[in-house]
Each structure stands twice: as structure tokens, then as C-alpha cells.
């Protein structure tokens, strides 16, 4: 099943679509193009690196979803260039970290009305990622980051090369990346070592007024 219903230019799709670019992607330069896609206000709630650290049964652990709305990541459907991708956990969840972070050129979000095309798993819309199958030269990046704390240091390491070959009849794509971030575990900040707390009145019910 294809994703014919998404085009490029927003304003001229069936359905309303959020179009992320190659230049948005570049100037956040994000360690995973989830991490892009994420600040989207449509987008909220997915699984990432920094809040999945449970799930040990469903297969769930360190993968990376889209959740559109907050309605559910098996309700937002995935797609890489217009097709359904594999499932990479029990619950059917699509890992974004597999896809070729370097080779993708945009991301297009389909926000409404996409579960009449896809069915009832793209109820809360469609994220598709399409990849620049047509690159030509050598690149590569290398970033990195830590937090004005001092933790949660990050570092990303990435090559891509493509090349036309039988006089641009074909064409050879080849892309490699290793990233890294190392989180925070427990909450070392400021503000969260106070030691006060908020207690429910354990005498409240909804009528005695307390």
C-alpha cells in the first residue's frame, strides 16, 4: 500500500500535511530525526530513548515511535517512502531508528482524514519519511553535546555516498551512522531536590468539602 494521498506541498494535498524539509532537518541537526519530527504540536506522546526505558515484555525497549495527537503509536501509521514499514516489536510499533537517518529528505505528516486511505491503523494520521534515493557525492557528520549541567552527553557519527552507474540507469546508495546518548537517570536538578511534596488529603471525598 502506497502513500499516494501525501505530496509534497502541503497546501495542495487531499488532506492537511506538515511538511518537514531538508533545511528544517539540517538546522536542528538532531541525533535522531524523531527527536525533529517530536517538537511537531501534532506530535506527542511517541516512545524515544530518553522516556523508554520499560517494556521488557513487548519488545519495546530503545525503539523510537511516532504517537500523533497522544491517541496511540499503533494508531499512527509509518511510512518510508510511501510504504508500510516492518514492525519491530510485538505491539506492531514501526522503529523510526531503523530507517536511514542521513538519506531522508523530508518527512511529511498527514494530520487528518487519513484513516479512509490507510485503515484503522492511521486513525491519528500517517508520518512518512522519503528518502533522496537520487544522492550523488560523499558526506558525513560528526556532532555532539552535552547538557549547561554537565550530563547527558550525546555524539552521532555518520557517512553517506551515493553514485549513478550504466549511464544513470541505476544508481548505488550507501549509508552508515552510530549514535550515542547517554541520558540522565533520576532527576539532578535544583528545583527537584527541595524535599517537599504534594499529598492528597486522605479525608477528601466530593462532597465533605475538604
Same mark, same amino acid.
Given at each position: 500500500?502506497?502513500?499516494?494521498?501525501?505530496? +509534497?506541498?502541503?497546501?495542495?494535498?487531499?488532506?492537511?500535511?506538515? &511538511?518537514? @524539509? =531538508? #533545511?528544517? /532537518?539540517?538546522?536542528?541537526?538532531?541525533?535522531?530525526?524523531?527527536?525533529?519530527?517530536?517538537?511537531?504540536?501534532?506530535?506527542?506522546?511517541?516512545?524515544?530513548?530518553?522516556?523508554?526505558?520499560?517494556?521488557?515484555?513487548?519488545?519495546?525497549?530503545?525503539?523510537?515511535?511516532?504517537?500523533?495527537?497522544?491517541?496511540?503509536?499503533?494508531?499512527?501509521?509509518?511510512?518510508?517512502?510511501?510504504?508500510?514499514?516492518?514492525?519491530?516489536?510485538?505491539?506492531?510499533?514501526?522503529?523510526?531508528?531503523?530507517?536511514?537517518?542521513?538519506?531522508?529528505? +523530508?518527512?511529511?505528516?498527514?494530520?487528518?482524514?487519513?484513516?479512509? &486511505?490507510? @485503515? =484503522? #491503523?492511521? /486513525?491519528?494520521?500517517?508520518?512518512?519519511?522519503?528518502?533522496?534515493?537520487?544522492?550523488?557525492?560523499?558526506?558525513?557528520?560528526?556532532?555532539?553535546?552535552?547538557?549547561?549541567?554537565?550530563?547527558?552527553?550525546?555524539?552521532?557519527?555518520?557517512?553517506?555516498?551515493?553514485?549513478?552507474?550504466?549511464?544513470?540507469?541505476?544508481?548505488?546508495?550507501?549509508?552508515?551512522?552510530?549514535?550515542?546518548?547517554?541520558?540522565?537517570?533520576?532527576?539532578?536538578?535544583?528545583?527537584?531536590?527541595?524535599?517537599?511534596?504534594?499529598?492528597?488529603?486522605?479525608?477528601?471525598?466530593?462532597?465533605?468539602?475538604?
Amino acid at each position: 500500500v502506497t502513500g499516494t494521498a501525501i505530496v +509534497r506541498d502541503g497546501y495542495q494535498a487531499p488532506t492537511p500535511v506538515t &511538511v518537514l @524539509g =531538508s #533545511d528544517e /532537518l539540517m538546522a536542528q541537526a538532531p541525533a535522531n530525526i524523531a527527536d525533529a519530527v517530536n517538537q511537531l504540536p501534532a506530535v506527542n506522546g511517541g516512545m524515544t530513548t530518553q522516556n523508554n526505558n520499560q517494556g521488557f515484555s513487548a519488545g519495546n525497549i530503545g525503539i523510537v515511535s511516532m504517537n500523533l495527537r497522544n491517541i496511540g503509536s499503533n494508531r499512527t501509521l509509518v511510512l518510508l517512502d510511501g510504504k508500510r514499514s516492518v514492525a519491530s516489536s510485538a505491539t506492531g510499533l514501526v522503529d523510526v531508528n531503523t530507517f536511514p537517518q542521513e538519506l531522508v529528505s +523530508r518527512v511529511d505528516v498527514v494530520t487528518g482524514g487519513a484513516s479512509a &486511505v490507510y @485503515g =484503522s #491503523d492511521a /486513525l491519528a494520521g500517517v508520518v512518512n519519511f522519503v528518502l533522496d534515493k537520487t544522492y550523488t557525492g560523499i558526506k558525513g557528520e560528526l556532532s555532539g553535546g552535552i547538557t549547561s549541567y554537565g550530563d547527558d552527553p550525546s555524539w552521532k557519527l555518520a557517512v553517506t555516498a551515493g553514485t549513478g552507474f550504466a549511464s544513470d540507469r541505476g544508481h548505488f546508495l550507501i549509508s552508515g551512522e552510530i549514535n550515542h546518548v547517554d541520558g540522565i537517570f533520576g532527576v539532578p536538578r535544583a528545583w527537584a531536590m527541595t524535599g517537599r511534596f504534594f499529598l492528597k488529603n486522605p479525608s477528601y471525598s466530593a462532597t465533605n468539602g475538604q
